[in-house]
């Protein structure tokens, strides 16, 4: 069996750019809410919201690797 190591460099990259997004995905959230104009107060709540668009993402990747084995 040929072992590519792209699966061992994608598995290495995923945890580094899950910490980026979920440290920062908020952040640029409410900076393009505020930008838009929308007050201050929803823009918050739209940004906490989007936190759980990454957990969700790693729970959904994470099955479909578990179904895959």
Sequence with gaps: MIDDGSEDLFGGFWP????FFLLFLPLWVYLLCWSAGLNILISAII????????????KIKIKNESRAE
């Design 47 to 58: 940004a906490g919201l989007s936190v759980s668009t990454v957990a969700i993402f790693e």
């Design 16 to 19: 580094f750019m899950r910490r």
